[in-house]
């Protein structure tokens, strides 16, 4: 599928936004109040889909495109402090499977 990208691509993709459309990054300050606003509203839908508060009219009810808000943020940050998103994910992939493993399947939590 054509429309599946890497974390690197993805990255890629952001910065070219950035440097045609958004002029430059907002600060690294000013991202991460962004992404904790995004993630509010991430909470906000959640918070109304699956617990107990009511839908309101007003309500955004997209939870598809509020993750993807918040993935653009992070994007922000990863591409404005010099991080390898790829690389870091693909490296905290391998210690989640080598780590928590047995710990997840031992959980009776999780039964």
Request: charged residues 30%.
């Amino acid at each position: 599928n054509n429309n599946q990208i890497s974390i690197k691509r993805a990255q890629e993709k952001v910065d070219n936004w950035i440097n045609i459309h958004g002029v430059r990054y907002f600060n690294e300050l000013t991202n991460m109040a962004q992404l904790t606003e995004e993630v509010g509203e991430v909470a906000r839908i959640i918070s109304r889909r699956y617990g107990e508060q009511s839908m309101k009219e007003s309500d955004n009810n997209d939870l598809g495109q509020e993750l993807a808000d918040v993935l653009f943020v992070v994007l922000c940050l990863a591409n404005q402090t010099g991080v390898d998103l790829q690389k870091a994910f693909n490296s905290m992939m391998d210690t989640k499977a080598k780590r928590d493993h047995k710990r997840h399947h031992t959980n009776k939590k999780l039964k």
